[in-house]
């Protein structure tokens, strides 16, 4: 009976999969299943998944703010870049385009706390997803404190000296998008394309439950779920 229940659990609770690993099947004559895709007038379907990604969830659910424990050092005295003149300030926070030169940058009036709320909390986002999901290559004006609570993720930094190696969208291909690169994953892309991504160093990393990363401002980042994850 053990074997059977096993086979029973595994089909009422399966994991979470990436849209490439999943196939949709239907019953045979045999009693058995097979994939719609092997016949000749369907197409294989793949299953739709969903990311929650940054949104304000503790705004939205209030009962859950209290689990979140804002650490110190949220409150110290650094300050973010004029957000509506991202280049203003960007020496200040990057001479050198290493992380030293980050921790070592007096940015302190480069523009006032514009990440807090009224109750003068950073702003707290969240992300819930299945593995595989992805936050495309992009820059933020703040300092982002990316807390890993379940599951892992992979990490890639670029330094904003690599900015014009990153092709990031201009005022005439998408306004909106100025902070985002057109490569859409920097871990698979057409090198012929963007030859110039070829060029460009970066710093990598794999965030575990339990794990925080400091990632600077206007600093470049792609990020991907490695399993279900909360962030």
């Known amino acids: 009976q053990k074997p059977k229940k096993q086979r029973r659990q595994q089909a009422i609770t399966p994991p979470l999969t990436t ?3 999943t196939k949709a099947t239907e019953p045979n004559n045999n009693g058995n299943t097979t ?7 369907q197409q294989q379907q793949e299953r739709e998944i969903g990311y929650l990604a940054q949104t304000q969830l503790f705004e939205q659910i209030p009962q859950l703010r209290a689990d979140i424990c804002v650490p110190d050092y949220c409150g110290l005295s650094l300050k973010d870049i004029d957000v509506d003149r991202p280049e203003a300030s960007a020496g200040q926070v990057d001479s050198g385009g290493d992380m030293d030169s ?33 936050s495309p290559l992009h820059t933020d004006p703040y300092h ?22 990153l092709y990031p969208h ?18 698979n892309y057409d090198s012929a ?17 339990g794990e925080l990363l ?18």
């Open 35 to 41: 994939e719609i895709g092997k016949q000749p007038q």
């Open 193 to 209: 394309k963007y030859p110039l991504v070829n060029e460009a160093e970066f710093e990598e990393c794999v965030l575990s439950a």
């Open 144 to 165: 982002n404190l990316l807390a890993q609570v379940v599951g892992s993720k992979y990490v890639r930094l670029y330094a904003p000296k690599w900015t014009e190696h």
């Open 214 to 231: 400091y990632i600077p401002p206007l600093w470049w980042h792609h990020i991907r779920s490695l399993s279900t994850s909360f962030s």
């Open 102 to 134: 980050v921790m070592d940058a007096d940015i302190g009036d480069a523009a006032d706390d514009d990440d807090d709320d009224d109750d003068g909390f950073p702003i707290i986002n969240a992300w819930l997803g299945p593995k595989g999901t992805l």
């Open 19 to 21: 849209v490439a690993e």
């Open 170 to 187: 201009t005022a005439a291909s998408n306004s909106l998008l100025q902070n985002t690169s057109q490569v859409a994953d920097c871990e």
